[in-house]
T-cell receptor
Framework: DGGITQSPKYLFRKEGQNVTLSCEQN?????MYWYRQDPGQGLRLIYY???????QKGDIAEGYSVSREKKESFPLTVTSAQKNPTAFYLC???????????FGPGTRLTVL | QQQVKQSPQSLIVQKGGISIINCAYE??????FPWYQQFPGKGPALLIA?????SEKKEGRFTISFNKSAKQFSLHIMDSQPGDSATYFC??????????????FGKGTKLSVKP
């Protein structure tokens, strides 16, 4: 089965804690992305990676960090510096940065 | 200049009717315009996409109309069904400056199709 998987589906965090969201793809895509979605809003880009061992900040990178050590994996860490982390987080991938993006099922993060 | 403006914010259509969602952009560097469909609690799924070299693309009940001179594009859903009830996002992709290849999304349209 080809596709993008995200885990966990739901995540609860206490204030002051860092959490890491997983994103894996077996589509052999070079590019991967993280978006944040808030109610009534479009998707806002957090970070993106066009190739292994390289990533760039998106529009709202503050309080987040990523790594891209393997082509298949692009984990996102939500740090305690992110002031309003409760949101729906979406991972996407594409063949390259100019092509169609395909999304995973999302992780809903709630800060208690 | 990197915005994509989408309207309406919400739309109620009777079963069998036509749903129309509009988007407008300013940056002429955009060269790929996908539409995504998102059900509650799920990730967006690619529905249909168009490039500026064509004015219309049809896939089943879904049609994109593209007006390059007006910098507008729209999604038409013919014979709308209750199962089409979802949030629809338009998006634009292009190369410019340091954001090469990034998708810019509209804010979404919540479609409700009444039986």
């Amino acid at each position: 089965d080809g596709g993008i998987t995200q885990s966990p589906k739901y995540l609860f965090r206490k204030e002051g804690q860092n959490v890491t969201l997983s994103c894996e793809q077996n589509l052999n895509h070079d590019a991967m992305y993280w978006y944040r979605q808030d109610p009534g809003q479009g998707l806002r880009l957090i970070y993106y990676s066009q190739i292994v061992n390289d990533f760039q900040k998106g529009d709202i990178a503050e309080g987040y960090s990523v790594s891209r050590e393997k082509k298949e994996s692009f984990p996102l860490t939500v740090t305690s510096a992110q002031k309003n982390p409760t949101a729906f987080y979406l991972c996407a991938s594409s063949i390259d940065h100019t092509d169609t993006q395909y999304f995973g099922p999302g992780t809903r993060l709630t800060v208690l | 200049q990197q915005q994509v403006k989408q309207s309406p914010q919400s739309l109620i259509v009777q079963k069998g009717g036509i749903s129309i969602i509009n988007c407008a952009y300013e940056n002429t560097a955009f060269d790929y315009f996908p539409w995504y469909q998102q059900f509650p609690g799920k990730g967006p799924a690619l529905l249909i996409a168009i490039r500026p070299d064509v004015s219309e693309k049809k896939e089943g009940r879904f049609t994109i109309s593209f007006n390059k001179s007006a910098k507008q594009f729209s999604l038409h859903i013919m014979d709308s069904q209750p199962g089409d009830s979802a949030t629809y996002f338009c998006a634009a992709l292009g190369a410019w400056g340091g954001s090469q290849g990034n998708l810019i999304f509209g804010k979404g349209t919540k479609l409700s199709v009444k039986p």
